[in-house]
Each structure stands twice: as structure tokens, then as C-alpha cells.
């Protein structure tokens, strides 16, 4: 439930201190008579509100102090998620916004929806707890792509299950043991070219490429009658 | 075998069947490490992964080796030719769609290659195996270039190896490539061990005309005099080429 601050009538307040140390008036005798009609003999009005924490009752100076409030929980979030080697523009990225909406947020110059906010949120506790696990490849598990799809390209859709299941799409750290495989004493076969690319007489191919028609690349299997093996003559059973 | 003066050509142009490349395979093998004997010459590393979630460690063999790509032409395009079309489907000039093809990095760049091994590492017929008549190798003659040895093939070990990482040794014929191709078609799929026959004398009547039909653009279908008709199936073959472009050289990834 919410109600319009322009048509808010306050008949008496109380004055709350929030988590961040910032005063919050919640103007409740108002707000019942704007959902009312009138706030008398309506008892436990303050409990109520508390009851109800998404009515906003936040005069208009103290709404412009929030909007600031968003712009730097924003900005620390962001700087917070840098730390870790991620540039400004794959947060954007990981968010589902440009880097430009992203300045805007941390400028107050634009606010964020609360999806998107929410959405910043979520990678910050996903890169802090990639981070207990992998300090230093924080950036590479977010940017690597695993079946096609980076883990920085799913926070948007996938971000809450993200906290969960970030390890099984990441890219697991293995333990290499490395030795030199035994009967190696004759020169190898392709000794004469590797000396040839050291020498730079030896080049990769080139790129180009060929159009083909999309038939090149199409079949149908119900043609594999042409492959179909005669079956072994079946051995009888129970005569010799 | 074919001679290496018909066997080879110009080092030039994209990857194609039958290149021989300079580059690294790998595979993996059971606990014991078994390698067979042609085979411990590619064997230069011995690799355990012990992965977190696993119980028992992956184990590879991998090494430098001089091989022969594998995959048709047609593979190394293959993506390509369909973000191509799709961006044309969805509007885009043709320029177009082949300059933001060439420039999308997801396209796959994979493509599956055999090393070349010496004669005297297999276990075979030495003058079978060159002359080409053990299913499962191709045998390769010296290049004059010194480059590639007198060599076989194996087949039997397919490696799957990148575009951006490979340095190309030595080209081939057509005719290299159509041994190539029978080679692969007989250790892979055909059984027969002869696949030419007189059909006429065969099924008793004249053929009056061939047709391919559209919608079975593999088969040649032989129309014969009392109406009936017989399928075959064609003979894999060098596809037409499109006109062709040079797409910039992609950065390493």
C-alpha cells in the first residue's frame, strides 16, 4: 500500500531513526484518513505502519536526501564490485543497463528502478562470495563462457539462483600434475616443421571465407536407408 | 600411393581437408596409461587433472604432432553461412551481414584432425599400409620440402583442435583429398568392400535416364526401361564454391 505525498495531510508524526541514521517521519493519522476517510477510533495506528513498512510518508526534502541515498549505495556498490577486477562497463553489463545509465545512477542524475537496483544488489553479494572462494579469479568465473552463456550475462534473469549455483557453471580449479611421458629418445616427426616455424616459414591459414547455399549444411536421416546394413543371418538354435 | 609431386600443392588459401598442420593433440587414457606403440611418439606429456567434484582424477596423454585435418571444407564455414543467412533473413543487406559475421566471436572455430604416424611404429603390412590398402590409415608421401617424412594417417585417432591455433605444413591435391575422404568413409561408415559394379548386368534392364530428384539432392536415381527406377547415393564430392571473401584476420581469443 502507498499514498501520494502531494496529498499528504500530516495530523501528527513520529519520528523513526533508520538503519542508515537518517530521520523518517511517518505522518500516520494522515494516512488513515487518505485510505479511510478518517483516522478516529482507529487504535494502533503507529503499529500498524510498522507493520506496514513500504508506506511512505517521507516528506519531499527528506525524498530528495533518499534519491542521494540510492545514488551512493550505488556508487560504493559499484567501486565495491571493481575491486575485484571487473570494469565499470561489464557491471553496466551484469545489471542489464549501458555504462552511461550506470554514471547517472551514481551521480543522482537518474534513479535506478528497484528491479535494477535490486539487480546491482544481488551481484555485489555474488561477486563477494565468489570472492571467498576464488579471490583472484573473480573476474574470470563471472566472464567465461560456459555453454554459450557468460555467468555476468545471467545476473539479471538468473541472479538470486546465481548465489547458488555460481560453483557448477564455474570453471573448476584442478589440480595438474604434469610429467614427461617416458620413450621419448628418437627425434619427432614434425621436428623439420617446428624448426620451419621458427624460422617464420610457416604462416596459419588464412580467413577467408566461402558462401555456400544452406542445402551444404542440411540432410535428412529418413536417406540413411542407403547405409542400412543387412542384419547377420540369425543362428538357429536348438538343431546342430 | 600417389607420388608427392600429385600429392602436394601450394601451401595457400583457408584451412581445407587434408591440410597437414603443425599443432597439438590430446586424448585421455585409463589409469595404467595405455598407449598403443604408434602412438607413444604423440604421448610427449602425461597429464592428471584431479577436478574438486570428481572421485577419480582425468588422466591425459598430449603432444606436438604433425596432422591431417579431418572435418570437410564446408565445416569451417558451417556457422558462419548460417549467421549470414539469418542476418539476411532478418533484413540486412549482404554486406552487412557478412562484415557483423565475420566480426561475431562465438562462431566455432573447432575442427577435428588425425596425426600422422611412421610406417614403422604400426603394427601392419608395411607395403599394404603404403599402398593405401589398410582400412583406417591414408598414407602420405615424403613433401619435398623436406617438411612432412613418408607417413601414414591414422585415422583412428581424431583430435579436435582450434582455428587460432595451428600453423599449416603442407596443402594437398583433390586426388589426396578424394583418398582422404574414401579413407574416412571406409573406417567410418561403408563396410562394402566394393562399392563399383555393373548395375545393368545386375538388375537385368537398360537405364534410360538419370535424375536427381530435389527433394533427395544426394541420391542419383537411375530410371530404368520397365519403369522402375533404382536410388544411389552419390559419391561424396568438392562442392561448388560460392564466391568467396577475405574476412579480417580475428584477434586470438
Not at chain 1, 86 to 95: D, G, I, N, Y
Amino acid at each position: 500500500m502507498s499514498t501520494s505525498v502531494a496529498d499528504f495531510r500530516p495530523t501528527s508524526s513520529t519520528v523513526l531513526e533508520t538503519s542508515r541514521g537518517r530521520a523518517v517521519a511517518l505522518q500516520t493519522g494522515l494516512l488513515l484518513a487518505a485510505v479511510f476517510g478518517t483516522n478516529a477510533g482507529v487504535p494502533g495506528v503507529i503499529r500498524w505502519v510498522d507493520d506496514a513498512p513500504l508506506v511512505t510518508t517521507t516528506p519531499v526534502n527528506d525524498r530528495t536526501r533518499a534519491f542521494l541515498s540510492i545514488a551512493n549505495e550505488v556508487r560504493e556498490l559499484r567501486d565495491e564490485i571493481c575491486t575485484y577486477g571487473l570494469t565499470r562497463q561489464e557491471v553496466a553489463r551484469a545489471v542489464g543497463v549501458d555504462r552511461r545509465s550506470l554514471s547517472g545512477w551514481v551521480s543522482g542524475e537518474i534513479r535506478p528502478s528497484a528491479d535494477r537496483l535490486h539487480v546491482l544488489r544481488l551481484l555485489g553479494r555474488l561477486v563477494a562470495d565468489i570472492a571467498t572462494e576464488r579471490p583472484d579469479h573473480v573476474r574470470d568465473v563471472l566472464l567465461v563462457r560456459r555453454s554459450g552463456t557468460a555467468l555476468i550475462d545471467r545476473v539479471v534473469v538468473n541472479g538470486a539462483t546465481l548465489l547458488r549455483t555460481w560453483r557448477a557453471t564455474a570453471r573448476p580449479d584442478a589440480t595438474v600434475a604434469l610429467r614427461a611421458a617416458p620413450g621419448q629418445f628418437r627425434e619427432p616427426i614434425w621436428a623439420p616443421a617446428e624448426a620451419a616455424l621458427a624460422e617464420g616459414r610457416l604462416t596459419p591459414p588464412t580467413w577467408e571465407r566461402t558462401m555456400r547455399p544452406d542445402t551444404a549444411y542440411e540432410m535428412d536421416v529418413d536417406e540413411a536407408g542407403a547405409f542400412h546394413e543387412p542384419e547377420p543371418h540369425p543362428r538357429r538354435r536348438g538343431y546342430r | 600411393m600417389i607420388p608427392a609431386d600429385d600429392f602436394f600443392v601450394a601451401n595457400a588459401g583457408a584451412p581445407k581437408q587434408g591440410d597437414i598442420l603443425l599443432a597439438g593433440v590430446a586424448r585421455l587414457v585409463a589409469e595404467d596409461r595405455f598407449s598403443p606403440r604408434a602412438w607413444e611418439s604423440l604421448d610427449a606429456a602425461d597429464i592428471t587433472l584431479d577436478l574438486p567434484d570428481r572421485d577419480r582424477p582425468l588422466r591425459l596423454m598430449a603432444g606436438m604432432a604433425l596432422v591431417m585435418v579431418t572435418s570437410h571444407d564446408c565445416h569451417f564455414d558451417k556457422q558462419w553461412n548460417r549467421a549470414r543467412t539469418a542476418l539476411i533473413e532478418e533484413g540486412l543487406d549482404e554486406a552487412s551481414a557478412n562484415r557483423r559475421a565475420d566480426a561475431d566471436k562465438t562462431l566455432d572455430r573447432t575442427f577435428t584432425a588425425s596425426p600422422l604416424v611412421l610406417p614403422t611404429e604400426l603394427s601392419v603390412d608395411q607395403g599394404n599400409l603404403m599402398a593405401g590398402r589398410v582400412v583406417g590409415y591414408l598414407p602420405v608421401p615424403a613433401s619435398p620440402d623436406g617438411l612432412v617424412p613418408a607417413s601414414a594417417v591414422d585415422l583412428t585417432y581424431r583430435a579436435t583442435l582450434d582455428r587460432l591455433d595451428i600453423v599449416r605444413v603442407a596443402c594437398v591435391s583433390a586426388a589426396a583429398r578424394a583418398q582422404l575422404r574414401y579413407a574416412l568413409a571406409r573406417l567410418d561408415s561403408l563396410r562394402a568392400t566394393s562399392v563399383g559394379f555393373d548395375l545393368e548386368a545386375v538388375v537385368g534392364r537398360h537405364i534410360e535416364r538419370v535424375s536427381f530428384p530435389r527433394q533427395h539432392p544426394l541420391f542419383v536415381r537411375l530410371h530404368l526401361d520397365d519403369g522402375s527406377h533404382v536410388d544411389l547415393l552419390q559419391q561424396p564430392a568438392e562442392l561448388h564454391e560460392g564466391p568467396a571473401r577475405t574476412a579480417p584476420p580475428g584477434p586470438a581469443a
